[in-house]
Protein backbone atom coordinates (compact mmCIF):
# COMPACT_ATOMS: atom_id res chain seq x y z
CA UNK A 1 0.00 0.00 0.00
CA UNK A 2 1.49 3.31 -1.00
CA UNK A 3 1.20 6.01 1.67
CA UNK A 4 1.84 10.06 0.93
CA UNK A 5 3.39 11.93 3.38
CA UNK A 6 4.22 15.64 3.44
CA UNK A 7 7.24 17.54 5.01
CA UNK A 8 9.64 20.62 4.79
CA UNK A 9 12.97 19.48 4.25
CA UNK A 10 16.70 20.63 4.17
CA UNK A 11 18.19 18.46 0.73
CA UNK A 12 21.93 17.56 1.89
CA UNK A 13 22.78 16.32 -1.12
CA UNK A 14 22.25 14.45 -5.02
CA UNK A 15 23.25 11.71 -7.20
CA UNK A 16 22.18 10.56 -10.80
CA UNK A 17 20.64 7.19 -10.65
CA UNK A 18 19.57 4.82 -13.66
CA UNK A 19 19.21 6.64 -16.85
CA UNK A 20 16.76 9.08 -15.92
CA UNK A 21 16.44 9.55 -11.91
CA UNK A 22 18.04 11.28 -8.91
CA UNK A 23 18.50 10.03 -5.71
CA UNK A 24 18.17 13.16 -2.80
CA UNK A 25 19.09 12.87 0.59
CA UNK A 26 17.04 14.78 2.86
CA UNK A 27 17.02 15.69 6.42
CA UNK A 28 13.33 15.40 7.34
CA UNK A 29 12.11 17.91 10.28
CA UNK A 30 12.21 15.05 12.67
CA UNK A 31 15.76 15.21 12.28
CA UNK A 32 15.86 11.76 10.46
CA UNK A 33 18.14 11.85 7.25
CA UNK A 34 16.65 9.85 4.26
CA UNK A 35 17.18 8.83 0.50
CA UNK A 36 14.47 9.30 -1.69
CA UNK A 37 13.82 8.70 -5.45
CA UNK A 38 13.02 11.63 -7.95
CA UNK A 39 11.73 9.51 -11.06
CA UNK A 40 12.65 11.39 -14.11
CA UNK A 41 13.98 14.49 -12.48
CA UNK A 42 16.85 13.94 -14.50
CA UNK A 43 14.39 14.42 -17.66
CA UNK A 44 14.45 18.05 -19.64
CA UNK A 45 11.90 20.29 -17.64
CA UNK A 46 11.58 17.88 -14.72
CA UNK A 47 9.25 19.53 -12.52
CA UNK A 48 10.77 19.13 -9.47
CA UNK A 49 14.47 19.17 -10.15
CA UNK A 50 15.07 23.11 -9.44
CA UNK A 51 13.56 22.51 -5.99
CA UNK A 52 15.51 19.89 -5.04
CA UNK A 53 18.78 21.37 -5.39
CA UNK A 54 21.71 21.08 -2.34
CA UNK A 55 20.90 23.88 0.37
CA UNK A 56 17.22 24.02 -0.81
CA UNK A 57 14.64 24.52 1.98
CA UNK A 58 11.49 22.68 0.71
CA UNK A 59 8.27 21.52 1.19
CA UNK A 60 7.99 17.81 -0.29
CA UNK A 61 5.24 15.34 -0.68
CA UNK A 62 7.03 11.52 -0.88
CA UNK A 63 4.90 8.38 -1.88
CA UNK A 64 6.35 5.57 0.05
CA UNK A 65 5.94 2.23 -0.57
CA UNK A 66 7.58 -1.06 0.71
CA UNK A 67 9.90 1.24 2.36
CA UNK A 68 10.89 3.49 -0.76
CA UNK A 69 10.12 6.82 -0.67
CA UNK A 70 9.55 8.86 -3.86
CA UNK A 71 8.82 12.48 -4.68
CA UNK A 72 5.93 13.69 -6.13
CA UNK A 73 5.60 17.04 -5.35
CA UNK A 74 8.77 19.55 -4.64
CA UNK A 75 8.45 23.45 -3.87
CA UNK A 76 11.19 25.41 -2.39
CA UNK A 77 10.39 27.40 0.65
CA UNK A 78 13.77 28.96 1.03
CA UNK A 79 16.52 29.33 -1.26
CA UNK A 80 19.34 30.64 0.99
CA UNK A 81 20.05 32.78 -2.33
CA UNK A 82 22.74 35.06 -0.98
CA UNK A 83 24.84 32.13 0.13
CA UNK A 84 24.53 30.02 -3.02
CA UNK A 85 25.77 33.32 -4.82
CA UNK A 86 29.13 33.09 -3.13
CA UNK A 87 30.89 30.47 -4.30
CA UNK A 88 33.41 29.54 -1.29
CA UNK A 89 30.69 29.91 1.05
CA UNK A 90 28.43 27.30 -1.05
CA UNK A 91 31.61 24.75 -1.55
CA UNK A 92 32.74 24.78 2.67
CA UNK A 93 29.12 24.60 3.27
CA UNK A 94 28.43 21.64 1.29
CA UNK A 95 31.86 20.50 2.82
CA UNK A 96 29.97 20.91 6.09
CA UNK A 97 26.84 19.10 5.04
CA UNK A 98 28.82 15.90 3.54
CA UNK A 99 30.45 15.81 7.05
CA UNK A 100 27.58 15.45 8.13
CA UNK A 101 26.06 12.96 5.75
CA UNK A 102 29.76 10.88 6.41
CA UNK A 103 28.28 11.03 10.12
CA UNK A 104 24.69 10.19 9.58
CA UNK A 105 22.75 6.77 8.07
CA UNK A 106 19.98 6.48 6.11
CA UNK A 107 16.63 6.57 8.63
CA UNK A 108 18.80 7.20 11.18
CA UNK A 109 17.48 9.78 14.17
CA UNK A 110 19.94 12.52 14.89
CA UNK A 111 18.80 14.84 17.68
CA UNK A 112 18.57 18.54 16.48
CA UNK A 113 20.64 18.19 13.53
CA UNK A 114 17.59 19.68 11.68
CA UNK A 115 17.78 23.13 13.49
CA UNK A 116 21.28 22.71 13.07
CA UNK A 117 21.98 22.68 9.53
CA UNK A 118 18.61 25.01 9.12
CA UNK A 119 19.84 27.44 11.36
CA UNK A 120 23.48 27.55 10.83
CA UNK A 121 22.45 27.77 6.60
CA UNK A 122 20.04 30.91 7.45
CA UNK A 123 22.61 32.66 9.54
CA UNK A 124 25.20 32.42 7.66
CA UNK A 125 22.93 33.81 4.56
CA UNK A 126 21.64 36.40 7.14
CA UNK A 127 25.15 37.58 7.25
CA UNK A 128 26.40 37.50 3.63
CA UNK A 129 23.31 39.22 2.48
CA UNK A 130 24.16 42.25 4.85
CA UNK A 131 27.75 42.70 4.41
CA UNK A 132 27.71 41.51 0.76
CA UNK A 133 31.69 41.32 1.24
CA UNK A 134 32.92 38.62 -0.91
CA UNK A 135 36.13 38.81 0.56
CA UNK A 136 34.73 38.52 3.87
CA UNK A 137 33.00 35.25 3.02
CA UNK A 138 35.88 32.37 4.52
CA UNK A 139 35.68 34.96 7.16
CA UNK A 140 32.10 34.88 7.73
CA UNK A 141 31.57 31.11 6.88
CA UNK A 142 33.96 30.38 10.20
CA UNK A 143 31.79 32.42 12.19
CA UNK A 144 29.12 30.52 10.80
CA UNK A 145 31.17 27.30 11.95
CA UNK A 146 31.17 28.60 15.32
CA UNK A 147 27.21 29.37 15.49
CA UNK A 148 27.41 25.90 14.26
CA UNK A 149 29.31 24.15 17.50
CA UNK A 150 27.59 26.26 19.85
CA UNK A 151 24.16 25.10 18.17
CA UNK A 152 25.91 21.56 18.88
CA UNK A 153 25.96 22.23 22.91
CA UNK A 154 29.57 23.38 21.84
CA UNK A 155 30.43 27.36 22.67
CA UNK A 156 33.99 27.77 22.79
CA UNK A 157 35.78 29.43 25.50
CA UNK A 158 38.92 30.73 24.86
CA UNK A 159 40.70 33.91 26.44
CA UNK A 160 44.50 35.20 25.10
CA UNK A 161 45.45 33.22 27.94
CA UNK A 162 44.97 29.43 29.00
CA UNK A 163 41.81 28.76 30.19
CA UNK A 164 42.63 26.67 32.78
CA UNK A 165 45.83 28.08 34.30
CA UNK A 166 45.31 31.87 32.63
CA UNK A 167 49.36 31.94 32.95
CA UNK A 168 50.62 31.35 29.39
CA UNK A 169 49.04 31.97 25.97
CA UNK A 170 46.74 29.41 24.66
CA UNK A 171 48.80 26.57 22.23
CA UNK A 172 46.01 23.57 22.42
CA UNK A 173 42.02 22.75 21.60
CA UNK A 174 40.82 20.72 23.78
CA UNK A 175 37.77 19.10 22.86
CA UNK A 176 36.74 17.12 25.67
CA UNK A 177 35.94 20.34 27.72
CA UNK A 178 35.55 23.02 24.29
CA UNK A 179 38.44 25.40 25.35
CA UNK A 180 42.01 26.53 24.44
CA UNK A 181 44.81 25.72 27.23
CA UNK A 182 48.61 25.79 27.29
CA UNK A 183 50.57 23.29 26.10
CA UNK A 184 51.52 22.17 29.96
CA UNK A 185 47.78 22.43 30.94
CA UNK A 186 46.52 19.89 27.56
CA UNK A 187 49.02 17.22 28.76
CA UNK A 188 46.04 16.57 31.32
CA UNK A 189 43.43 16.63 28.62
CA UNK A 190 42.38 13.52 26.64
CA UNK A 191 41.72 15.38 23.66
CA UNK A 192 43.79 17.48 22.66
CA UNK A 193 45.04 19.16 19.78
CA UNK A 194 47.54 21.15 19.33
CA UNK A 195 47.12 24.98 17.34
CA UNK A 196 49.26 27.50 16.17
CA UNK A 197 49.38 30.97 17.26
CA UNK A 198 47.40 32.25 14.25
CA UNK A 199 44.48 29.75 14.82
CA UNK A 200 44.23 30.59 18.58
CA UNK A 201 44.03 34.73 18.21
CA UNK A 202 41.35 33.70 15.14
CA UNK A 203 39.21 31.73 17.90
CA UNK A 204 39.31 34.21 20.08
CA UNK A 205 38.08 36.82 17.31
CA UNK A 206 35.58 34.60 16.73
CA UNK A 207 34.83 33.79 20.28
CA UNK A 208 34.26 37.27 21.20
CA UNK A 209 31.82 38.38 18.20
CA UNK A 210 28.12 37.20 19.10
CA UNK A 211 26.88 35.49 16.90
CA UNK A 212 24.51 38.30 15.49
CA UNK A 213 27.14 40.31 15.84
CA UNK A 214 25.88 44.50 15.30
CA UNK A 215 29.18 44.81 13.40
CA UNK A 216 29.46 42.39 10.68
CA UNK A 217 31.51 44.69 8.31
CA UNK A 218 34.80 44.67 10.91
CA UNK A 219 34.00 40.95 11.20
CA UNK A 220 34.18 40.77 7.60
CA UNK A 221 37.64 43.04 7.56
CA UNK A 222 39.41 40.69 9.20
CA UNK A 223 42.08 38.86 6.85
CA UNK A 224 42.93 35.20 7.32
CA UNK A 225 45.51 33.64 5.89
CA UNK A 226 44.45 30.28 3.62
CA UNK A 227 47.39 28.30 5.41
CA UNK A 228 44.91 29.36 8.98
CA UNK A 229 41.89 29.30 7.58
CA UNK A 230 42.22 25.51 6.35
CA UNK A 231 43.50 24.41 10.16
CA UNK A 232 40.48 26.12 11.66
CA UNK A 233 38.30 24.39 9.14
CA UNK A 234 40.18 21.03 9.71
CA UNK A 235 39.85 21.49 13.70
CA UNK A 236 35.90 22.17 13.16
CA UNK A 237 35.37 19.77 11.30
CA UNK A 238 37.55 17.37 13.53
CA UNK A 239 35.00 18.46 16.53
CA UNK A 240 32.23 18.10 14.96
CA UNK A 241 33.47 14.38 14.54
CA UNK A 242 34.39 14.17 17.88
CA UNK A 243 30.57 15.80 18.74
CA UNK A 244 28.87 13.31 16.70
CA UNK A 245 30.36 10.13 17.74
ZN1 LIG B 1 47.54 26.41 31.30
New binding site residues.
Partial sequence: MTQVSSDNVVVIAQRNDRERDRLYTILTSDDIVRTVRGTGARKHGAKIAPHMEPLLYTHIMVARNRGRGVVTFALCEESFSALRTQVSLFTTARSLLLAVERLTRDNMTVPRLFSLIYVSLHSANNIVERTRCIGGADTILLWAMFHTLALLGWPLSVSRQ?V??A??APTHCVFDVAAL??G??ATRARHAQAISRDVAALLHIFATHTPHATHPATLAKVTVPASVRRETRRLLLSRIRYVAA
Fill in positions: CQCDAWCRC
